[in-house]
Structure formats: structure tokens, C-alpha cells
């Protein structure tokens, strides 16, 4: 999903959090890119801000339980 960089994943998904900055997924995507990147305090930021947005998204509280990969 990322295409093996990172960095440009956490970037890209930084731009879309800005583009639409009511998007709970996109919020959800940075927090998976973060992880990724090893980031977990960014991540953790990211996944609250896409919880205020929709505190009822399952892709957020997946996320935020650790199962996604």
C-alpha cells in the first residue's frame, strides 16, 4: 500500500490530513504510515485526531488495537 517508501507514504497522507482535514481515514492511513516508520508517538496523535472526526470509525479502533499490519 505504501510501494516500499515510508517516508513519501507519511508525507503523501500528511498532505491529504491538510487537503481534507476532516477525513477521518486519512488521518488513520498517516497514524498506519507513522507506525510503520517506527513513529509510535506520531501515530498515536494521528489516530486521536482521526477519533475526534468519527469517534464511531472501525478502521480507527482497529488500527488503534494494533491489527493492522
Not at 31 to 56: C, H, I
Amino acid at each position: 500500500m505504501f510501494g516500499g517508501d515510508i517516508d513519501k507514504a507519511v508525507e503523501n497522507f500528511r498532505k491529504a490530513t491538510q487537503l481534507d482535514p476532516s477525513s477521518d481515514e486519512d488521518f488513520v492511513w498517516l497514524a498506519v504510515a507513522y507506525r510503520k516508520s517506527g513513529d509510535s508517538a506520531s501515530a498515536e496523535k494521528a489516530l486521536q485526531q482521526a477519533m475526534l472526526r468519527n469517534p464511531r470509525s472501525a478502521f480507527a479502533k482497529v488500527t488503534a488495537a494494533g491489527t493492522t499490519r
